[in-house]
């Protein structure tokens, strides 16, 4: 009699081995989607919105789309000058899904902007003016990794003691993407402050193996990106939004938006640049905003979640995420 019981008891045991095994191994091939909670085919988005703190425009704006739900993310460029206001309402209001948009270049002709950091630290990013460059490609020229490392990071600090309790970290005109150095730099602050940073799928391939291999470990790499761009604009505003949502493929997807107010301020900021200005940010919120937009949402069943969720998930001692 004990002998059986001996046997029953290491049938159990193998049993609840094998039980934990495959509960292991399911759980490490859900994708992002069922580690959120929904069907393995969900198309999930995110609605961002770049620039907060370009302008008060910009922010009445964005402050105006997320208590609307025409947005659910965005992120700050530190530098520019209405940074502070745009940091103070997200401190005010926990919950919201705000990152920073990492700033190396300043665009506009008559509006312009230097890094946080002292300039004597981060000369090569400056121009004759101590501004940032114009273009990325006017910055990869001069750029030195170690300048972009303590201006980078200085941004982060910044925000983070500003009281903003971050989401994820991204790139204004993808400037961290100029040089391989940089884009080292963008993943190391990924890991420095365990945040999600932007990076599109699509870009892996470029890499060394060994680094694609580590990349492709990562659950929030966008499995695709939306953006308008001037060559896509059709007499009605709506149809390349439209375009993109219907196309939606399963997976980790980003619309981004550039949103403002069409008023005196910003169309002093954009003078001379019709693509993303004043006009253009104008319609961007008139569309967010819009029942057409909503409802394209809902009849392409689009699931809507935020960085938020994703830097939860990869901080969950539970679910053991090799992430960082």
């Not at 989401?167 to 400037?175: L, N, P």
């Not at 990349?215 to 604009?233: A, G, T, V, Y």
């Amino acid at each position: 009699m004990k002998s059986i019981n001996l046997k029953v008891k290491k049938i159990i045991l193998v049993f609840i081995s094998l039980l934990i095994t495959l509960s292991i191994n399911s759980q490490d091939n859900k994708n992002l989607a069922e580690l959120l909670g929904y069907p393995r085919n969900s198309k999930l988005l995110i609605i961002h919105a770049d620039d907060m703190g370009l302008a008060h425009s910009v922010n009445t704006a964005c402050i105006k789309a997320f208590e609307n739900k025409g947005i659910n993310s965005g992120s700050i460029m530190v530098p520019c000058p209405w940074a502070p206001e745009i940091a103070s309402y997200v401190k005010d209001h926990p919950g919201l899904d705000v990152g920073v948009h990492l700033t190396m270049t300043a665009e506009w002709d008559l509006y312009k902007w230097g890094g946080v950091t002292s300039s004597d630290q981060i000369s090569s990013l400056l121009d004759k003016n101590g501004d940032f460059y114009p273009t990325v490609e006017e910055l990869g020229m001069v750029v030195k990794a170690e300048d972009a490392r303590i201006e980078l990071k200085s941004q982060i600090d910044k925000a983070i003691a500003s009281g903003v309790q971050l989401t994820h970290i991204d790139t204004h005109m993808g400037s961290v993407l100029a040089s391989p150095d940089l884009i080292k730099i963008y993943l190391s602050l990924s890991d420095e402050y365990h945040l999600p940073i932007l990076f599109p799928r699509a870009y892996v391939s470029s890499f060394p193996p060994d680094v694609a291999t580590a990349l492709n470990s990562k659950i929030f790499l966008l499995d695709h990106l939306f953006m308008l761009e001037p060559q896509m604009i059709t007499d009605n505003w709506s149809d390349a939004y439209k375009d993109g949502i219907e196309g939606m493929v399963p997976g980790l997807n980003q619309m981004i938006v550039h949103i403002a107010f069409d008023n005196d301020e910003m169309q002093a900021i954009c003078k001379g640049h019709d693509d993303y200005g004043s006009a253009w940010r104008q319609n961007d919120l008139d569309y967010v905003l819009s029942s057409e937009f909503k409802d394209l949402l809902i009849t392409n069943h689009i699931i809507l979640v935020t960085w938020r969720q994703i830097r939860d998930l990869m901080i969950d001692p539970d679910l053991k995420l090799s992430s960082f």
